[in-house]
């Protein structure tokens, strides 16, 4: 190992000359519009007193790094030449994680860097970097980047101001689409109205259908007010011992993903009557963020590769929080005059959020045609929509077809309702091929950004 200068033994300029370097040729400057750091964060890490009674003390953890980018908060313990990352240091790293929820921590000296991550009440080394010479940091930082890409997570919200129009139809079957690809996707309900929850098999659907009265109903509807889901998520997520797990259920799809050997996976964050702004009303700071805020420090991001945000047609706040949330946002549109009208308003939305947040979040991936027919009329309007909104992408089209409407009877993405229905074929083609567009878009996007 080579003798380094006595200056590395100082925690500030180890900091300064290797952890900062580190961090900005990972492409994560230390303050813009998507990642910057807390130096400093202040967590209060629990100790024994000598009455063997847990207490909170104030200790402070090096960084906090939000990378907004991609989904992801982690924290980062700097070490010295000649105080190195030992035992101690991994303990001390572990509670910080522990208690402040977060899910990765890096350790770094300037001969050795370590990922650490805390999952399942758990803190275990995920994989670590000699350091040649901390003069020169590029090789640890593409190392760091390379780790923080394989825990990248793409956020999408099908968002309109207009009822009716098709958004949860499009959530639920890009959702499938995707997990048939072998991606783990977290559908995100934000409607109170529940449907991509019910569609998913998570909201008692069955049971509702055979309630024989109005009390039986609210009965069923009662069982929810116990249970962990969306709203509770963006009010827990900043408490000590917060765990995501508890509010994600398994969607009914993922055992038939599983009998066809798919690794693709399709979970739900689910929503029910509780989902409305007053539920948020007491909180302090800026309730429109939460999602966003609670999606990157909860560590989700390591667990998934796509989460779908399913939004109300209302303007919210909890709407909003959709909104803030999601790079990608997908607006569907049916081909009518007054459909097309309601275009503007969550386009003007997309863009507020799309300048607010460095182009970091909103970017508007297309308007997606829904229900459309062969008439004059519906093709006489997606060119009015081409010419009105230039620059933003008309996407696949889906039709209108009575299948869309059997397969929502029945509460099946329109992919696995065409394999015993073979009229439904076509329209499932066209999710498929929709899903195929939003990907390669996407990639696109990331890779002239440099993601
Ligand atoms: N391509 C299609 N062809 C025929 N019917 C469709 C099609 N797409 C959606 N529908 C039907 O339109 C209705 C509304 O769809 P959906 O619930 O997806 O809209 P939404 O925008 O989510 O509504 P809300 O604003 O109430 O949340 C549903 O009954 C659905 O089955
Ligand atoms: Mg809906």
Not at 65 to 80: M, P, S
Not at 320 to 338: F, K, R
Request: aromatic share 8%.
């Amino acid at each position: 190992m080579v003798a380094l200068a006595s200056e590395w033994n100082n925690e500030a300029y180890v900091s300064l000359h290797l952890v900062q370097e580190i961090l900005r040729l990972a492409g994560l400057p230390s303050k813009s519009g998507y990642s910057h750091w807390v130096p400093e964060f202040k967590v209060k890490v629990p100790r024994f007193n000598v009455n063997n009674q847990i207490e909170e003390t104030t200790q402070e953890v090096d960084f906090l790094i939000e990378d907004i980018g991609r989904c992801l908060n982690f924290l980062v313990e700097v070490k010295t030449a000649n105080t190195r990352i030992d035992d101690d240091a991994r303990i001390q790293l572990e509670k910080y994680l522990k208690y402040s929820s977060t899910r990765f921590g890096v350790l770094i000296d300037p001969y050795l860097v370590e990922v650490h991550e805390y999952n399942n009440w758990q803190v275990k080394l995920i994989c670590q970097c000699n350091i040649e010479s901390p003069l020169n940091p590029q090789p640890v930082a593409n190392f760091l980047r390379n780790f923080l890409d394989t825990i990248r997570m793409r956020t999408i919200s099908v968002h309109t101001s207009k009822g009716g129009v098709g958004k949860t139809t499009l959530v639920t079957n890009i959702a499938y689409e995707l997990a048939k690809q072998g991606n783990r996707v977290l559908v995100i309900d934000l409607d109170d109205q529940a449907n991509a929850s019910l569609s998913l098999g998570v909201n008692k659907a069955n049971e509702l259908d055979k309630a024989s009265s109005l009390d039986e109903f609210e009965r069923i509807l009662d069982s929810f007010k116990e249970r962990k889901e969306v709203v509770e998520f963006l009010k827990d997520y900043d408490l000590p011992g917060f765990n995501y797990k508890e509010y994600i259920h398994c969607s009914y799809l993922n055992q038939l993903l599983d009998n066809i050997g798919c690794h693709g996976r399709v979970d739900v964050l689910p929503s029910s009557y509780k989902t409305n702004d007053a539920a948020l009303a007491n909180l302090i700071g800026i309730r429109e963020k939460r999602l966003d805020k609670a999606l990157r420090q909860s560590g989700l991001a390591g667990d998934y590769d796509y989460a779908i945000i399913d939004t109300p047609p209302s303007a919210t706040t909890i709407a909003s929080n959709g909104l803030y949330a999601s790079q990608y946002v997908l607006i569907p549109s049916q081909m009518e005059y007054l459909s097309v009208y309601g275009i503007r308003t969550p386009l003007k939305r997309a863009r507020e959020v799309l300048d607010e947040m460095s182009g970091k979040r909103g970017i508007i991936l297309g308007i997606v045609p829904m229900m459309t027919e062969n008439v004059k009329l519906h093709n006489t309007i997606k060119q009015l929509v081409s010419k009105t909104f230039q620059g933003i992408p008309i996407l696949p089209e889906v039709k209108r077809t009575i299948s869309v409407g059997q397969a929502s009877d029945v509460r099946q993405p329109l992919s696995l309702f065409a394999e015993q229905n073979k009229g439904a074929g076509s329209v499932a083609k066209q999710f498929t091929a929709l899903t195929q567009e939003i990907v390669s878009r996407i990639n696109q996007i990331e890779s002239t950004m440099g993601l």
